[in-house]
T-cell receptor
Framework: DVKVTQSSRYLVKRTGEKVFLECVQD?????MFWYRQDPGLGLRLIYF???????EKGDIPEGYSVSREKKERFSLILESASTNQTSMYLC????????????FGDGTRLSIL | DAKTTQPPSMDCAEGRAANLPCNHS???????VYWYRQIHSQGPQYIIH???NNETNEMASLIITEDRKSSTLILPHATLRDTAVYYC????????????FGIGTKLQVIP
């Protein structure tokens, strides 16, 4: 079974803090993704990576950065957390082969106070 | 990616088959149909996908019409743990294309 593991299920941080969200996958997938999910706005892509050290902006990259130093690990960084970044953050991974689906982690519910 | 239309909610009796429809009348020839579900407060779970042939795995069956304009996800024996929001999406082949969910169908399995 594909396993995508996010480091925390729940996280509470303060405005202005630098926040790190970690994601690890065990399927040797080339592609990894970070989304946020908000009521009424659905799933929105923040960043994705198709190889080690490679990254591409998604639809809402402002205020975020990412790091992929190893194939299995993809980190999302909130440089200076703000209250509008309170959200459910979802990591996903997929094989680079054709039609393979993305597999999601259980999510991190992040609250910025 | 083609747009999909799903009923907002459905009920199903426990132990019965749950048949969840999805309309994707503008699907292109290279687009696949994927189904995910999301149980409250958890991440989306991949269920099944297909191009034009019917597909079956340990979780569900996917029936795609011959013209590919609609599909049905079948959970053969629904349990209370199948209560979730089910999302049908259509996406072209290509590993790093984003996933976008619509409103989905909230399936309530009733004891």
């Amino acid at each position: 079974d594909v396993k995508v593991t996010q480091s925390s299920r729940y996280l509470v941080k303060r405005t202005g803090e630098k926040v790190f969200l970690e994601c690890v996958q065990d399927m040797d997938h080339e592609n990894m993704f970070w989304y946020r999910q908000d009521p009424g706005l659905g799933l929105r892509l923040i960043y994705f990576s198709y190889d080690v050290k490679m990254k591409e902006k998604g639809d809402i990259p402002e205020g975020y950065s990412v790091s992929r130093e190893k194939k299995e690990r993809f980190s999302l960084i909130l440089e200076s957390a703000s209250t509008n970044q309170t959200s459910m953050y979802l990591c996903a991974s997929s094989s680079a082969l054709g039609n393979q689906p993305q597999h999601f982690g259980d999510g991190t519910r992040l609250s910025i106070l | 990616d083609a747009k999909t239309t799903q009923p907002p909610s459905m009920d199903c009796a426990e132990g019965r088959a749950a048949n969840l429809p999805c309309n994707h009348s503008t699907i292109s020839g290279n687009e696949y149909v994927y189904w995910y579900r999301q149980i409250h407060s958890q991440g989306p779970q991949y269920i099944i996908h297909g191009l034009k042939n019917n597909e079956t795995n340990e979780m569900a069956s996917l029936i795609i019409t011959e013209d590919r304009k609609s599909s049905t996800l079948i959970l053969p024996h629904a349990t209370l743990r199948d209560t979730a929001v089910y999302y049908c999406i259509v996406r072209a082949s290509g590993g790093y294309q984003k996933v976008t969910f619509g409103i989905g169908t909230k399936l309530q399995v009733i004891p």
